[in-house]
């Protein structure tokens, strides 16, 4: 959703933008083809060598950081606020088709599912060989919103018993056992998509403070600056959602209270009431992208 994505920024010519999840470099390369200058974030220390090397024509007006967005208050500071950010939450292509980074059920590769390898030791086999059925379950149900979530946990503490499981088609076969159906069938929506999602939230802890950077991230624009999310699952997407309505300075105090205390005021304006999606083009073109939602906000004067 490039194009969606700019128009609400409208990037203008010198301008400074915050990419905060740089991954392949596709928002940063039309921000910089239009003549914005781009401080590019990203976790994964490996993405950010390729974004490089895809954006080496624009090393003069592109900063690349290793670094996770939720630090972006620090990394700013000494900088000009921004004019624009644009945090796209989902992962890159780049991650699902390389079969050692364990994100693919298609493509068989170690269990590790880490966004920084260089910076995480926990990776989604140590996961799923020692955590206790209860939390396996919970993970599941909770981050992937997995219907056999129970089932699945118990089949992962049973095979573990005997023989670890070691990689994504060994998890994935598990996961067509418990629930029935080929795990290499094409569908809408893959037997193993849900418990996958949720594995890989749980490693890389994508969910924690992901409210407060929607939040810092506005703060630190500039007035008239603006801020854009894309999400690709409704855990996320929620979380964008009730930090945005959170900036738009609706009282906080309880229903008891007569009158307002809070002192609360409006710190951005949403300007999606209801957030964009792809069209069907897109969609048909890059399967991926049919759940993205894209919200974002302005900032107002302080």
Same mark, same amino acid.
């Given at each position: 959703?490039?194009?969606?994505?700019?128009?609400?920024?409208?990037?203008?010519?010198?301008?400074?933008?915050?990419?905060?999840?740089?991954?392949?470099?596709?928002?940063?390369?039309?921000?910089?083809?239009?003549?914005? $200058?781009?401080?590019?974030?990203? $976790?994964?220390?490996?993405?950010?060598?390729?974004?490089?090397?895809?954006? #080496?024509?624009?090393?003069?007006?592109?900063?690349?950081?290793?670094?996770?967005?939720?630090?972006?208050?620090?990394?700013?500071?000494?900088?000009?606020?921004?004019?624009?950010?644009?945090?796209?939450?989902?992962?890159?292509?780049?991650?699902?088709?390389?079969?050692? +980074? !364990?994100?693919?059920?298609?493509?068989?590769?170690?269990?590790?599912?880490?966004?920084?390898?260089?910076?995480?030791?926990?990776?989604?086999?140590?996961?799923?060989?020692?955590?206790?059925?209860?939390?396996?379950?919970? %993970?599941?149900? #909770?981050?992937?919103?997995?219907?056999?979530?129970?089932?699945?946990?118990?089949?992962?503490?049973?095979?573990?018993?005997?023989?670890?499981?070691?990689?994504? %088609?060994?998890?994935?076969?598990?996961?067509?056992?418990?629930? !029935?159906?080929?795990?290499?069938?094409?569908?809408?929506?893959?037997? #193993?998509? +849900? #418990?996958?999602?949720?594995?890989? %939230?749980?490693? =890389?802890?994508?969910? @924690?403070?992901?409210?407060?950077?929607?939040?810092?991230?506005?703060?630190?624009?500039?007035?008239?600056?603006?801020?854009?999310?894309?999400?690709?699952? @409704? /855990?996320?997407?929620?979380?964008?959602?009730?930090?945005?309505?959170?900036?738009?300075?609706?009282?906080?105090?309880?229903?008891?209270?007569?009158?307002?205390?809070?002192?609360?005021?409006?710190?951005?304006?949403?300007?999606?009431?209801?957030? %964009?999606?792809?069209?069907?083009?897109?969609?048909?073109? =890059?399967? $991926?992208?049919?759940?993205?939602?894209?919200?974002?906000?302005?900032? /107002?004067?302080?």
């Amino acid at each position: 959703m490039v194009e969606e994505t700019l128009k609400v920024l409208a990037v203008k010519p010198g301008g400074f933008y915050v990419d905060a999840t740089l991954g392949a470099g596709g928002h940063a390369r039309a921000i910089l083809e239009r003549g914005g $200058r781009v401080l590019g974030l990203d $976790r994964d220390a490996e993405s950010l060598g390729r974004a490089r090397e895809r954006l #080496a024509e624009f090393a003069a007006t592109l900063d690349v950081v290793h670094s996770d967005y939720r630090e972006l208050p620090a990394l700013l500071a000494g900088r000009e606020a921004p004019d624009g950010i644009v945090a796209d939450l989902g992962l890159s292509a780049d991650h699902y088709l390389e079969a050692e +980074r !364990g994100f693919s059920f298609r493509l068989e590769g170690p269990l590790d599912m880490r966004l920084d390898r260089a910076r995480q030791t926990t990776t989604a086999a140590d996961l799923l060989g020692t955590l206790e059925e209860e939390e396996l379950a919970r %993970i599941m149900w #909770a981050y992937g919103g997995e219907p056999a979530a129970r089932r699945i946990a118990r089949a992962v503490v049973r095979r573990r018993r005997s023989q670890p499981l070691r990689t994504t %088609i060994d998890f994935a076969l598990l996961i067509e056992e418990v629930k !029935g159906g080929s795990s290499h069938k094409p569908a809408r929506v893959h037997v #193993a998509t +849900r #418990a996958f999602q949720a594995l890989r %939230i749980a490693v =890389n802890d994508e969910l @924690s403070g992901l409210e407060s950077f929607v939040k810092d991230a506005v703060l630190c624009l500039k007035p008239g600056g603006r801020f854009v999310a894309l999400s690709f699952h @409704s /855990l996320e997407d929620r979380a964008v959602k009730r930090a945005l309505r959170a900036l738009t300075g609706r009282c906080t105090c309880p229903p008891a209270f007569p009158i307002c205390v809070c002192g609360e005021k409006p710190k951005a304006t949403v300007l999606t009431k209801r957030p %964009i999606t792809p069209g069907a083009s897109e969609s048909a073109a =890059n399967p $991926r992208a049919r759940s993205a939602k894209l919200r974002a906000a302005e900032r /107002l004067v302080p």
